[in-house]
T-cell receptor
């Protein structure tokens, strides 16, 4: 149980285009979803926290207009990288949690974004 | 506030030998501690967690961790390392009363030498 999927697993796009990444909880309803960014051989950096039906809470330094997060249902959250540039190339990982403390997070397999 | 420290960027161990990956934490309330493993270009796989109860926690793939409240540590251990254990390991913490957010350590690259 508690499976989270991400789509696509990898994407290559041209500079200036927008890319949407989907995160789905397959067998549970996720009250909260998280988006992380990870650079090679580094730790996960939390970008934003989203609760179903409300606006995402972005971490300091993360541009909300560049990284659009939508959590439209209890099983789906999307991250859209708008007007992507090469410096946005990274590994993006989502996670989902539900229920009562300790609110364990279940992680997706990640999406590798390469912007040319 | 919460923080996690993994003091070793790299741990090398010979196959068959015991391994330890260190983690210390700081939280405002009762800690909830997690270990995850990451293989190249993959997401995080859950290994084990400490919420409450027995200080020695057993998890997946023969890994275990010991919660030490006085030393604020949660070191990951395995009695006999396998080459396939080579990966990036993350310790993470949240706590009772937090807003669900996990704080991750910087990660430790474990290399098991054949």
């Amino acid at each position: 149980g508690a499976v989270v999927s991400q789509h696509p697993s990898w994407v290559i796009c041209k500079s200036g285009t927008s890319v949407k990444i989907e995160c789905r909880s397959l067998d549970f309803q996720a009250t909260t979803m998280f988006w992380y960014r990870q650079f090679p051989k580094q730790s996960l950096m939390l970008m934003a926290t989203s609760n179903e039906g409300s606006k995402a809470t972005y971490e300091q330094g993360v541009e909300k207009d560049k990284f659009l997060i939508n959590h439209a249902s209890l099983t789906l959250s999307t991250l859209t990288v708008t007007s992507a540039h090469p410096e946005d190339s990274s590994f993006y990982i989502c996670s989902a949690s539900f229920g009562s403390p300790p609110y364990e997070q279940f992680f997706g397999p990640g999406t590798r974004l390469t912007v040319l | 506030a919460q923080s996690v420290a993994q003091p070793e960027d790299q741990v090398n161990v010979a196959e068959g030998n015991p391994l330890t990956v260190k983690c210390t934490y700081s939280v405002s309330g009762n800690p909830y501690l997690f270990w995850y493993v990451q293989y190249p270009n993959r997401g995080l796989q859950f290994l084990l967690k400490y919420i409450t109860g027995d200080n020695l926690v057993k998890g997946s793939y023969g890994f275990e961790a010991e919660f030490n409240k006085s030393q604020t540590s949660f070191h990951l251990k395995k009695p006999s390392a396998l080459v396939s254990d080579s990966a990036l390991y993350f310790c993470a913490v949240t706590y009772s009363g937090s807003a669900r957010q996990l704080t991750f350590g910087s990660g430790t690259q474990l290399t098991v030498l054949p």
